[in-house]
């Protein structure tokens, strides 16, 4: 164990969490009281906000009932699905949210078919779009039918509907999108409109990650 920096190895050290930096194998250890880091798959249909005035579905209805004030990390336009982070964890939802650090989002994507074999090439190499270039960090085909294909695509992007105009600008419009991973989180089997409340080492894993 570290605390600010230095190696404790004498049982019965005594810190104070709210003031000291506590890392185990090198991940920061959360520690101040009353903090919430939540995965939440998030079903079609529901709006990324914690509230809406014209009373439209939204994401702050799945945890209305927690007594902390939670925030979404991002979001997910309303016709895509899946993983949502939702925290109260200011600093760590900043630099996750902050382009420079840029996290990685995987998503999948079910798109028309049947799929050209230079795609994965051309969205690694970069397309041109009306806000500027993009180029995705991974692609690959799940799955292709003549007329169906589910294609797995990593970016670090952030822009409205990039995953959408990507696709679409090759020739494969997109009809359903699920992301599924955030950095090293996965949505893996958590259903629809449920939530989880992330590991420790999940935390400290995010946090290494943006450098806290």
């Known amino acids: 164990m570290q605390v600010d920096g230095r190696v404790v190895r004498e049982q019965g050290t005594r810190v104070d969490p709210a003031r ?16 919430v880091h939540l995965v939440l798959n998030k079903p079609r249909g529901l709006i990324s906000t914690m509230s809406d005035p014209r009373g439209r579905p939204c994401v702050g209805d799945l945890v209305a009932d927690r007594a902390q004030r939670l925030f979404h990390v991002g979001r997910l336009d309303a016709d895509s699905e899946g993983l949502l982070l939702l925290t109260n964890d200011g600093d760590l939802a900043h630099r996750l949210a902050h382009p420079s650090y840029q996290v990685s989002k995987t998503y999948l994507a079910e798109v028309s078919g049947p799929l050209g074999r230079d795609i994965g090439r051309r969205l690694r190499g970069g397309l041109e779009l009306e806000d500027g270039p993009v180029a ?18 990593t970016l670090h992007e952030g822009r409205n509907h990039v995953v959408r105009r990507l696709l679409a600008e090759v020739g494969h ?16 089997s958590l259903r629809p409109g449920r939530t989880r409340h992330l590991t420790s080492t999940e935390v400290g894993e995010l946090s290494r990650l943006v450098g806290l």
């Open 20 to 35: 000291n930096d506590i890392r185990v194998d090198g991940l920061r250890v959360p520690t101040i009281p009353g903090l």
């Open 136 to 153: 995705v960090d991974g692609f690959r085909v799940v799955e292709s039918t003549a007329r169906r294909a589910l294609v797995e695509v």
């Open 173 to 188: 419009p997109v009809s359903r999108l699920v992301r599924t991973r955030i950095g090293p989180i996965r949505l893996d």
